[in-house]
T-cell receptor
C-alpha cells in the first residue's frame, strides 16, 4: 500500500526566512509520480510540482525548490525568502504509474504560517 | 478561465437525509476523481471515472455512497441516509487525456455538515 508522511503538522516562520517542508513516502511500485499541492484558506488545491520516479534532478522555480531523494524516499519542498502569501496548508501526494487511474495518496499536510 | 466547478459549495443536512453533490470538470478532461477531506486531514480517494465508466470505487466508505457520470462530463456524488461521520469537504478533480502523471485540477469543494 502507498503511504505519504508529512511529520510536520504546523510550522511558523518570520517573513523572509527560509523554510523546508518534509515529505517521506512509501510505495512498492518502481514507477510513480510525486506531487506538491498548496491549499490556501479558500480551500482549492493548487498544483505546484510533479516529479516522476526516474527523474531525481532537483528543481527550482522562483522562490520554490524541491529535493527528491529516492534513496531516502523523500521529496522535500523549500521556500526561500518566505512571504505572507505563502501561508497555506501544503500537501505532498503520490500516485503510481497506473495508466487510466492515477489516484493520489495524500499526506496529512503541513500548515505553514508566515508571520509578518 | 473555466476550471472545475462544484455545487453546492456548502450543504447542511439532517442525519438520515439524502444529498447530491455536483461536479463540472474542465471541458475535455477524460478522468474525474472524487476525494473526501475530513477536517485537518489530507484528501482521501473515493472513486474514479474515465469518461462515463466508473473504473475504481474502492474508496467509497459504504454502500450509502454512490457516484455517476452518465454522459462522461458532469458527475454527481450521492450520499444516502447521511451520518455525522459523513461531514467533510468533498473534492472533485479532473485531468486531461494523454501522458501519465498528469496533474489533477481540483474544484473548490463542497463542505457537507450533517447535524
Amino acid at each position: 500500500a502507498q503511504k505519504v508522511t508529512q511529520a510536520q503538522t504546523e510550522i511558523s516562520v518570520v517573513e523572509k526566512e527560509d523554510v523546508t517542508l518534509d515529505c517521506v513516502y512509501e510505495t512498492r511500485d518502481t514507477t510513480y509520480y510525486l506531487f506538491w499541492y498548496k491549499q490556501p484558506p479558500s480551500g482549492e488545491l493548487v498544483f505546484l510540482i510533479r516529479r516522476n520516479s526516474f527523474d531525481e534532478q532537483n528543481e527550482i522555480s522562483g522562490r520554490y525548490s524541491w529535493n527528491f531523494q529516492k534513496s531516502t524516499s523523500s521529496f522535500n519542498f523549500t521556500i526561500t525568502a518566505s512571504q505572507v502569501v505563502d501561508s497555506a496548508v501544503y500537501f505532498c501526494a503520490l500516485s503510481d504509474l497506473n495508466f487510466g487511474n492515477e489516484k493520489l495518496t495524500f499526506g496529512t499536510g503541513t500548515r505553514l504560517t508566515i508571520i509578518p | 478561465g473555466a476550471g472545475v466547478s462544484q455545487s453546492p459549495r456548502y450543504k447542511v443536512a439532517k442525519r438520515g437525509q439524502d444529498v447530491a453533490l455536483r461536479c463540472d470538470p474542465i471541458s475535455g478532461h477524460v478522468s474525474l476523481f472524487w476525494y473526501q477531506q475530513a477536517l485537518g486531514q489530507g484528501p482521501e480517494f473515493l472513486t474514479y471515472f474515465q469518461n462515463e465508466a466508473q473504473l475504481d470505487k474502492s474508496g467509497l466508505p459504504s454502500d450509502r455512497f454512490f457516484a455517476e457520470r452518465p454522459e462522461g462530463s458532469v458527475s454527481t456524488l450521492k450520499i444516502q441516509r447521511t451520518q455525522q461521520e459523513d461531514s467533510a469537504v468533498y473534492l472533485c478533480a479532473s485531468s486531461p487525456p494523454g501522458l501519465a502523471g498528469n496533474e489533477q485540477f481540483f474544484g473548490p469543494g463542497t463542505r457537507l455538515t450533517v447535524l
